[in-house]
């Protein structure tokens, strides 16, 4: 059945009402996974003191071995992790400043906004310094990179993509989802992002597939919920909105384009996969209203509110200094912000690439991607701004390299 935005307040009141019956000790399951998220607390803060929180890795040893057993679980319980070098600084640095003068030079900042945008309408800070570009030379060069398929397909097989009977998805192929750019001023005090998940907010609790992907948290044995299991995943359904992604993602990620780090108005994490186990259980209790989930509203992001979740506040750190040329990937449940403010002293950019990994979604997804790359036009999961269509300097099909091509999925 398809999910549907009718009567919100009914639909989550009869699914409380029928999880509580079926799970009568709701309340000593949050208090259990309550303990281990403070334990997850006292870990990340610990971790802080001796560096970072953020698993990290160079690229060349996942490239040669692939993660080792140690390092999956680091990935596991963080739910996100650097890989050092996945692109050749020097390059990296030349593409910068070609994008810079890519969206000056083709009058980005002459142009009026003609899409109200407002899915990060909800979240308190005001609206981040994101670029409605998809198509520059910088962006295409980074994802059909080499090394980024190296990274994603060691990335990829962190999860379990497949069973006895089923495939989940191929992690060995990419299908490119082509997402934005950040390029924060120094000194920007405007732009941040409070803590929220991407991929749906209510659907994590009412949506079919959701109910089957966290089984365990609400229904199971919460600890052995594995947050890295594709079943289901691939299938999950969200309610249309102009800003979230469609395409499944083993991944969110970018690519530093400058170097930045804590301060910088850059990226902040609570890494742990505790962190929705412990908002799914949180909004069942009985100090939430019946028709409410802490505040999880439709086609929004699903944010964590200071009033609701002050614990996951305490495990929020920001990414450690990173060059250009590392990547940053989290899992599509990790928390995740941008800084407030900007004290740093230079440009704070990224490239926006996850890993989605070759499935039935994300090829129906690459068709309607294929004609808007061929206009210049927005990706069809962004607000229809268009930008591109008339830029000089554009990437066009000529600059995809064979492995560009099968990530777009033209052959
Ligand atoms: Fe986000």
């Known amino acids: 059945m398809a999910l549907s935005t009718e009567n919100l307040p009914q639909q989550i009141r009869n699914f409380k009402r029928e999880l509580k019956a079926l799970c009568p000790d ?76 890519y969206i000056i030079e083709n009058g980005y900042y002459e142009h009026t906004p003609t899409v109200e945008d407002n899915y990060f309408s909800q979240l308190k800070s005001d609206k981040p310094q994101i670029f409605g570009i998809y198509w520059s030379p910088a962006q295409v060069w980074a994802r059909q990179h080499p090394n980024m398929a190296v990274a994603r397909r060691h990335l990829n097989r962190l999860w379990t993509w497949q069973d006895d ?27 941040g992002l409070s803590p ?19 089984h365990n948290v609400l229904l199971g044995d919460w600890q052995q919920y ?10 999950v359904e969200e309610f249309p909105s102009p800003a979230v992604c469609s395409v499944f993602r083993t991944f969110q990620g970018w690519v530093a384009l400058t170097p930045q780090g804590k ?15 412990y908002m799914l259980l949180r909004a069942l209790q009985d100090d939430v209203p019946e028709d409410d989930l802490c505040g999880a509203a439709p086609g929004r992001a699903l944010t964590v509110f200071k009033e609701w979740h002050p614990l996951l506040f305490e495990g929020l750190v920001s990414v450690p200094k990173v060059r250009a040329g590392d990547t940053m990937w989290w899992h599509p449940d990790t928390i995740h912000a941008v800084e407030d403010k900007h004290n740093g002293d230079g440009y704070s950019n990224v490239l926006f690439i996850g890993a989605a990994p070759d499935c039935e979604k994300n090829r129906l997804f690459l068709d309607k991607q294929r004609p808007a790359f061929l206009k ?36």
């Open 376 to 411: 210049g036009e927005s990706c069809p999961d962004f607000a229809p701004e268009h930008h591109e269509r008339t830029y000089q300097g554009r990437a066009t099909e000529s600059d995809l390299t064979d492995l560009g091509r099968r990530q777009m999925g033209f052959d």
């Open 263 to 277: 301060g910088d108005g850059t990226l902040q994490v609570v890494p742990s996969t505790l962190a929705i186990p």
């Open 165 to 191: 009977e089923k495939t989940y998805f191929n992690p060995d192929q990419e299908a490119s989802y082509a997402d934005r750019v950040r390029r924060r001023e120094p000194g920007d005090a405007t732009l």
């Open 226 to 235: 594995d947050a890295f299991d594709g079943a289901n995943r691939v299938e």
């Open 26 to 101: 709701y309340k000593r399951r949050f208090e259990d996974v309550s303990r281990a998220m403070e334990a997850e607390i006292a870990r990340i803060k610990k971790e802080e003191e001796s560096g970072s929180a953020i698993p990290q890795f160079e690229f060349s040893d996942i490239a040669d071995q692939g993660f080792s057993e140690q390092q999956r679980q680091q990935v596991h319980q963080a739910g996100c992790c650097i890989v050092r070098n996945t692109l050749p600084e020097n390059e990296v640095t030349d593409h910068n400043n070609a994008l810079s003068r």
């Open 196 to 214: 929220h998940v991407d991929s749906g907010s209510i659907e994590r609790w009412i949506e079919p597939h959701y109910r089957e992907v966290y």
